[in-house]
């Protein structure tokens, strides 16, 4: 059995706080079987378009999401340790699943730890928010005394 279904990031509540615009889109295809084991599967395979704040200089960064994993059902911590390496556990603590929180926990693990522009455009926006920064900057240099000219007067020999 296979589901195929769309997502917003306004859909997701622990994963929307960690973007920086509700813009974006999550296609997600979930294949449903069972192995030589009689294990339940569920083969996840995730794509998004989502918006991320850089962590350089923290305007909106597009960035693209794609993540491929395969979940074996469980129902207790015992048969997690027991399951192969190449299957991650899914414990169920009730009967039934909801597969959009499945999906929304393999997004945030998706994530990563910091997103950047590329340094180029990076640089362009923080010249750009440089540049309206020093004349505001020079303005209230030039209002303020310098606290230090009172030492000054004190040093022997500055009189």
């Known amino acids: 059995m296979s589901i195929q279904g769309s997502l917003k990031p306004l859909d997701l509540p622990r994963f929307r706080p960690l973007l920086a615009a509700d813009e974006g889109a999550i296609e997600a295809v979930l294949a449903c079987s069972r192995d030589e084991e009689n294990r339940y599967l569920i083969h996840l395979a995730i794509t998004a378009e989502i918006v ?52 929304e926990d393999e997004l945030i693990l998706a994530l990563p730890p910091f997103s950047y522009h590329d340094t180029e455009q990076c640089r362009k926006i923080l010249a750009d928010y440089s540049a309206r920064e020093e004349p505001a900057e020079q303005a209230v240099a030039g209002d303020k005394p310098n606290p230090f000219n009172v030492l000054a007067q004190l040093k022997p020999g500055s009189k």
Do not use: F
């Open 52 to 103: 991320v704040r850089c962590q350089r200089c923290l305007e909106p960064l597009a960035q693209t999401l794609a993540s491929e994993n395969t979940l074996a059902v469980v129902w207790t911590d015992e048969q997690a340790a027991h399951l192969p390496r190449h299957l991650e556990p899914l414990v169920l603590e009730e009967e039934a699943c909801r597969l959009w929180e499945v999906v």
